[in-house]
Nanobody
Framework: QVQLVESGGGLVQAGGSLRLSCAAS????????MGWFRRAPGKGRDIVAA????????WYADSVKGRFTISRDNAKNTVYLQMNSLKPEDTAVYYC???????????????WGQGTQVTVSS
């Protein structure tokens, strides 16, 4: 079992940047792929980005491609989401979760964190 804790959210103006962190407990972190998701107000949970266990395979939703970067540091049991050129439509609660193999379907993910709020003002 892996426990995940997200941090780094906050209020930022449009065009600004934030870096989210997802810290994992447990010695098996490096065996998991990881994903970042978000839930905007009144909407479902959508995948934003994913990364495989070694960090050499990544995937991004079209809406964030070129602006967000997912990375991981297995020595620190942490996965990151660097978010640049933020837009008001990026406002959401952001979650991380584990996956065995990089996937785009939410049902493939487990061990969800509690989420961190990102608010982008116009």
């Amino acid at each position: 079992q892996v426990q995940l804790v997200e941090s780094g959210g906050g209020l930022v103006q449009a065009g600004g940047s934030l870096r989210l962190s997802c810290a994992a407990s447990g010695r098996t972190f490096s065996s998991y792929g990881m994903g970042w998701f978000r839930r905007a107000p009144g909407k479902g949970r959508d995948i934003v980005a994913a990364i495989n266990w070694s960090g050499d395979n990544t995937w991004y939703a079209d809406s964030v491609k070129g602006r967000f970067t997912i990375s991981r540091d297995n020595a620190k049991n942490t996965v990151y989401l660097q978010m640049n050129s933020l837009k008001p439509e990026d406002t959401a609660v952001y979650y991380c979760a584990t996956v065995r193999f990089v996937a785009r379907t939410i049902d493939s993910y487990a061990n969800w964190g509690q989420g961190t709020q990102v608010t982008v003002s116009s």
